[in-house]
């Protein structure tokens, strides 16, 4: 009898289990939401952008003192290769030292071979025209102007065009070991009306400072953030307001930093090296698409970038130079400022490889295929007669750094990018849209490499003209939407934070949820604050918050606080508990509605401080009851952190009350 209950039990417990399910089920089933949650939270955590820091838009780079009555002369320039520049340079060529012969057949594979070299630096002392290739060079209009203490050289062209034709100022960047030499082809294709399009090109081409003609930093970090912020000058000074970019290899960099800190100036972006930094999420972009490589790029162009192992191997085999000049620029420059058999060599050997590596194997690195000696050692005199290589290679020090972090940046400006065959880097298009939001074309060439405006200026300047036409119908388009809209309600449009230039243009909502524009505060001296309820900094800020509003308010002082709970969900409540504990603690001056200050929904008049005013380690915000002081005019002028009591904000206040 037992024998029998205990099998029917047994046999319940049995099914019973089955019904169940495991423990390792179990943890299974945890393992993989935890892993997912984990996934998302990560990718999140990758793809959010990095904020904007604040340039400094008139940081000088000139000798000290700082000329406090600004030069803002334009005067004209010209090339001048001057007899004692010849004389020296051909004496130089004549008693340089023998070459150490090149191993048997290896073409440029252990870099310039010195046999070619000898006939190069002959072709040099003996058959380059120096008097004509200085005219050559001044054939377009050369200007220089002092801009933030540096003396800033570039081309200026305009082009003849009947009055129904547009007129365009386009802002061509070159790159290393480039010069303006670059754009002498392709400029005469840019400036000539064409039958099917409606504009034509205004070109400015400047040199990089510390690049050819324009004057060097006289102190470190000057990188293509820099630059930008230059080159962003120069063209006010001329007189654009706004341009369309374009460059390739550094001048990429510097166009792409243009667009992405003064959209308000760049109308567009085309560029011949459609590139990124490797950032983490475009590197596991990249890693995936080595296993799967359908899953980031088409596979007419896979071989573009796959297999990775053979792209990486090509990649550091270019980069020696990169290492080194990031590193040691001024070591490196010592021997090519001196040697100009040194300089050529060490330039004119990318213009082999980089144009194609198949031609590393030729004994005369294929130099002749696409170039002649004479335009190559134009770009090569450029650097000797200024002795600006060590100049121009510093730049290195500071650029990837900077790349890796503005990379991270959206960028809205349309851009267009026009892939070569043979270009050092390839990224596909899903790649570059992580930064490039408004990224409209890839061009694709099976031809060319990185010299393009110089080995390509046909092809290149076409793709610039239907880049800029799509660029001109994009950007009508979205003035079409925007006046439609503006036009149906005004009232509905949040202000461009990237381009406003004073808190009077937001509106913000009372406790009520009334609109309230700021321009309520014009002539007043404000303080903006996030607050919190629970905050350990709370019962002291108040207090001295208020203690300042009573000592300030007759002679203009206004705080405007906004309460947020995205520090430590501190300030939890609805909008009437927040209200109803402010009256607790006796609160005199304004608060707003609740809203983040961080992050995708962070509102724009708090995305406008933050870009007015850099913080410490980022821009974000970083707790409760993070400062600022608006002056009189509506402009951000300070920023306190949460530690920073109210009082001690006085002696500030001291300057604009």
């Not at 005369?364 to 000797?384: A, E, P």
Request: include cysteine.
């Amino acid at each position: 009898m037992s024998t029998k209950k205990s099998s029917k039990s047994d046999k319940l417990k049995h099914e019973k289990k089955l019904e169940e399910p495991s423990s390792l089920g179990k943890y299974f089933i945890v393992f993989l939401v935890l892993g997912g949650v984990t996934a998302y939270s990560g990718y999140k955590y990758l793809a959010t952008p990095l904020e904007k820091p604040t340039l400094d838009l008139e940081q000088w780079w000139g000798p000290y003192p700082i000329d406090l009555k600004k030069d803002v002369a334009i005067s004209p320039f010209k090339v001048e290769f001057s007899d004692v520049i010849v004389n020296d340079l051909r004496e130089r060529l004549l008693h340089s030292r023998p070459l150490t012969p090149p191993l048997e057949d290896v073409g440029f594979n252990y870099g310039f071979n010195t046999n070619y070299l000898t006939k190069v630096l002959d072709y040099w002392k003996n058959s380059y025209n120096f008097k004509e290739r200085e005219q050559f060079l001044n054939k377009y209009d050369h200007f220089t102007t002092n801009i933030q203490g540096l003396n800033i050289h570039y081309m200026h062209v305009k082009p003849k065009a009947a009055a129904n034709v547009t007129v365009v100022p386009i802002l061509m960047i070159h790159g290393w070991p480039g010069s303006i030499r670059e754009f002498y082809e392709i400029i005469p294709k840019l400036t000539t009306v064409r039958p099917d399009q409606e504009f034509v090109f205004e070109v400015i081409a400047p040199s990089i400072p510390g690049f050819g003609f324009s004057q060097a930093p006289v102190r470190p970090n000057m990188g293509p953030t820099e630059v930008a912020v230059v080159f962003r000058n120069l063209m006010k000074r001329i007189g654009h307001e706004r341009y369309y970019v374009q460059g390739g290899d550094y001048g990429h960099t510097i166009c792409s930093i243009l667009a992405t800190f003064f959209p308000e100036n760049v109308l567009g972006f085309h560029t011949n090296i459609p590139m990124m930094a490797y950032t983490p999420l475009a590197t596991i972009y990249t890693l995936v698409g080595s296993l799967w490589p359908s899953l980031v790029v088409e596979p007419e162009l896979q071989d573009r970038m796959y297999p990775l192992g053979k792209h990486f191997a090509k990649n550091l085999e270019e980069s020696g130079y990169f290492h080194i000049q990031a590193t040691k620029p001024d070591t490196v420059g010592v021997g090519l400022s001196d040697s100009p058999a040194g300089l050529a060599a060490y330039i004119l050997e990318k213009f082999s490889t980089w144009t194609n590596p198949d031609y590393k194997n030729a004994k005369d690195g294929g130099l002749l295929n696409k170039f002649s000696l004479t335009h190559l050692l134009d770009n090569v005199m450029i650097y000797w007669t200024t002795n600006s290589i060590t100049t121009s290679m510093r730049h290195y020090v500071l650029g990837y750094k900077q790349m890796m972090v503005t990379d991270q940046i959206p960028t809205e400006v349309p851009t267009w990018g026009i892939k070569f065959k043979h270009e050092l880097f390839f990224f596909p298009d899903c790649i570059l849209k992580m930064k490039y939001k408004n990224y409209l074309q890839s061009t694709i060439v099976e031809d060319g490499g990185h010299f393009a405006a110089m080995e390509l200026p046909d092809i290149l300047a076409n793709d610039i003209f239907k880049a800029v036409e799509t660029f001109r119908e994009f950007n009508s388009k979205a003035r079409r939407v925007y006046e439609e809209e503006w036009a149906a309600d005004p009232e509905t449009l949040e202000p461009d934070y990237e381009t406003a230039e004073n808190v009077y243009e937001f509106t913000v909502k009372d406790p009520k949820g009334q609109d309230v524009k700021l321009d309520r505060y014009k002539g007043k001296v404000l303080i903006i604050v996030n607050v919190a309820s629970q905050c350990g900094y709370t019962d002291g800020h108040y207090t001295e918050l208020n203690q300042l509003y009573d000592k300030y308010y007759e002679k203009g002082l206004r705080i405007l606080a906004f309460p947020c709970n995205q520090f430590g969900s501190q300030e939890p409540g609805t909008l009437n508990e927040i209200l109803q504990f402010t009256k607790k603690k006796n609160v005199k001056f304004d608060i707003f509605e609740k809203i983040d200050v961080n992050g995708d929904d962070a509102h724009p008049l708090w995305n406008y401080l933050k870009k007015s005013q850099s913080g410490t380690l980022g821009n974000f915000i970083k707790w409760n009851f993070s400062k600022f002081i608006i002056d009189r005019e509506g402009v951000p002028v300070e920023r306190f952190g949460p530690n920073v009591s109210p009082l001690e904000l006085e002696s500030y206040l001291a300057k604009y009350l």
